[in-house]
């Protein structure tokens, strides 16, 4: 889902302070002011680029992930699930297999998150039912809570919150029941956690201590939103045009922007020079113009961050984007790979044709392991 964009007006002042000799505090004033602008333009350039690369993904690459490549995917998984419980299998080999499964299952996620949930239960339930073929009665016991406790973790990951799972010879079924109730409320509230405005936690820019500067900054608010009331317009046209500044003055106090609120005071109120001297300690506004100037550098980040595509898909989309061509190219990749996934599970007919695979994945596992360990 793309994340709404709410657009700071144009900015067009270059400068808060316009005296002929501003001193230090004035100058910094000025410096914060151009670099607020300047950060504001590109987080909003940010947020429009990502939106339109998560939009081109949704139509063009996510449905052929979903339709060719998630079947297939899950349908191995499934088939090395199933071979999982073999008793002939030796610890190693599991091992391997633990590993191969977690690396699909990661693929999954990429598509499905949910289908990602239930493969990781399922798992531990198979790991559970492996692990008590070989122990007596009271170690099944110790191992029953320590994996009670362990799927008590997982549901508290997953939904963060406490739950407690099925007390009793519990299973997948239990616990992806226990999921199915819970997975759509999950959803919701990591829909909510994504802000529409795509910024990130507030801190708190405006003091909040009745200071002259807070009053200051109120009056600002107050004196503009007198002159932009929309009640004040009889031509419908002009109404709406104020309704759209009224909207971002509301936005900018909503979320502390100390510098749109000024910016819209001087636009539309007062465009002359900035008269700070006498309502507060002009320290205070440099405090509060460095506090947000680092409030939209963190945004910039977290907005990436909590982003729902990978870097690696955002750079093929960003070359999508400016050669349409590639897109025909991932496509056939991912057609491809659906392709080596069902041949793979084809040729997976019974143990003695997987463990030659095991055996291959565990050199090179070791390979991996020896290459990190001497490079560290």
Do not use: C
């Amino acid at each position: 889902m793309s994340k709404k964009i709410i657009k700071t007006t144009d900015l067009q002042i270059s400068n808060i302070i316009q005296t002929a000799k501003p001193n230090a505090t004035q100058k910094k004033i000025n410096n914060l002011w151009k670099k607020i602008q300047k950060q504001k333009r590109k987080n909003e350039q940010q947020q429009i680029e990502l939106n339109n690369y998560l939009t081109l993904y949704q139509e063009v690459i996510y449905p052929v992930k979903q339709k060719t490549v998630l079947p297939e995917l899950v349908n191995l998984i499934e088939r090395l699930m199933q071979l999982f419980e073999r008793k002939s299998l030796y610890e190693w080999h599991r091992d391997v297999m633990v590993s191969w499964i977690s690396r699909l299952q990661e693929e999954v996620a990429d598509i499905d998150e949910g289908k990602a949930n239930e493969i990781e239960i399922k798992m531990m339930d198979l790991l559970k039912k492996v692990t008590m073929y070989r122990l007596t009665k009271e170690e099944q016991q110790d191992v029953e809570q320590d994996l009670q406790k362990g799927m008590e973790e997982i549901l508290l990951e997953l939904f963060g919150e406490e739950m407690e799972s099925p007390k009793d010879n519990w299973s997948f079924e239990d616990i992806a029941e226990m999921m199915q109730e819970k997975q759509q409320q999950f959803f919701e509230n990591m829909q909510d956690e994504f802000h529409e405005d795509g910024s990130s936690t507030k801190v708190n820019i405006i003091p909040n201590n009745n200071s002259d500067f807070e009053q200051w900054i109120q009056k600002i608010y107050r004196r503009t939103a007198r002159i932009l009331h929309p009640d004040k317009q009889n031509d419908d046209n002009k109404k709406e045009v104020l309704q759209d500044i009224m909207s971002q003055l509301n936005h900018a106090k909503d979320n502390q922007d100390v510098a749109t609120l000024i910016e819209l005071y001087m636009t539309h109120v007062n465009n002359s020079n900035l008269d700070i001297e006498g309502e507060f300690d002009s320290k205070q506004l440099v405090a509060s113009l460095s506090l947000q100037l680092n409030q939209l550098q963190n945004d910039y980040d977290e907005f990436l961050y909590e982003f729902p595509l990978s870097e690696y898909a955002i750079s093929r989309l960003k070359t999508i984007s400016k050669r349409p061509k590639e897109k025909q190219v991932w496509l056939e990749e991912l057609a491809e790979e659906a392709k080596n996934y069902k041949q793979l599970r084809q040729e997976m007919t019974s143990l003695k044709k997987l463990k030659p695979m095991l055996k291959e994945r565990y050199e090179q596992q070791k390979i991996v392991y020896l290459n990190n360990f001497f490079i560290d």
